[in-house]
């Protein structure tokens, strides 16, 4: 599990900042968390090692695409989030675009824990 704090507001750009008082609430208000993101990867273990994935190279890989880019930053100021409204539904899908290109099909789950009551999950879009 990797940890970042960051800063934010929910707002939608469409919305004028009334209609996005009300239906934000005090999440209208800049506030920040200390959010906690897990990244699951899969893959067929390798038979020499016995691992599936190097999890040093996902580790280093995290940090680089992601952390360093939102620990201790607003978020609507990040521009690899630009664009998304930083529920914890929005970083989810936000982080799974960022980090499964150079997962090399492996990555199965982004989950991002806000607080102690919400984690939000994104698997990926799938075909219907």
Do not use: I
């Amino acid at each position: 599990m990797y940890h970042f704090s960051a800063g934010h507001r929910l707002e939608n750009p469409a919305l004028d900042a009334e209609a996005n008082a009300r239906l934000y609430g005090p999440c209208f208000r800049p506030h920040g968390h200390n959010y906690y993101v897990e990244v699951t990867v899969a893959g067929v273990p390798d038979a020499l090692t016995g691992m599936a994935v190097d999890l040093g190279q996902v580790d280093a890989l995290v940090t680089e695409r992601l952390l360093a880019h939102v620990d201790h930053r607003t978020l609507e100021e990040v521009a690899l989030l630009r664009g998304v409204v930083s529920t914890g539904e929005g970083l989810a899908r936000a982080f799974w675009d960022v980090l499964v290109p150079a997962l090399d099909g492996r990555l199965v789950r982004v989950a991002v824990v806000e607080t102690a009551k919400n984690r939000f999950e994104y698997h990926g879009e799938t075909e219907t």
